[in-house]
């Protein structure tokens, strides 16, 4: 009895151990100089994909790497419709396939004046719908856009001065929460110039 009165006794003795030290809490270190951001413009027609969002710049806007390939398509000027240039920039295209089977497309039209390139926007919606596309008005920057729904895919499409633009992802490519969100980021890189460039 008196060892277990003993041993008892050293037990309680003993010394606790320390206290776990609290989580670190990480710094956030504001950032030394602004960070330029450009806005969203009616800019000249870039020749190449490249200079309307580069693959890195979508990849980085995705979340993921693209595995398939870019490839690009420019149109002709169409004078029925006052379109005086186009480029289509058709990504993540699976190698051996054709840009029927991009995921992803990236699209910009100069029109002859704003009032076309509106009227082109609200056409290109009205087919959409009349084929049981559902749109909505969204803000892409301080402007206006088209967030457009329909089986296949999803697609953001508007105007800035002479220019349209379209983003169009195949249903099922991008996040249901998510789509609009990368669809509106696309447009807004797709017409700001690149740095330098």
Do not use: F, W
Not at 150 to 162: A, I, Y
């Amino acid at each position: 009895m008196l060892a277990l009165v003993v041993a008892a006794l050293a037990a309680c003795t003993q010394e606790k151990p320390p206290p776990a030290p609290p989580p670190q809490i990480p710094t956030i270190v504001a950032p030394t100089s602004a960070t330029k951001v450009r806005p969203m413009v009616d800019r000249p027609m870039p020749e190449d994909c490249e200079l309307i969002v580069p693959v890195d710049r979508v990849n980085e806007i995705l979340g993921r790497k693209m595995e398939g390939e870019l490839k690009q398509i420019i149109g002709i000027p169409q004078e029925s419709i006052a379109r005086t240039a186009k480029i289509d920039c058709y990504h993540d295209v699976p190698k051996g396939k054709d840009i029927g089977d991009s995921p992803l497309i990236i699209g910009l039209s100069t029109y002859s004046d704003d009032a076309s390139a509106k009227e082109r926007v609200t056409e290109s919606v009205d087919a959409e719908k009349k084929d049981g596309g559902q749109a909505t008005e969204v803000d892409v920057t301080k402007h206006k856009a088209q967030y457009v729904t329909t089986k296949t895919e999803r697609l953001l499409v508007g105007s800035l001065g002479k220019t349209t633009y379209v983003v169009r992802a195949k249903a099922g490519y991008l996040p249901d929460d998510k789509v609009k969100d990368i669809l509106t980021a696309l447009a807004v890189q797709s017409m700001t110039p690149i740095e330098d460039a």
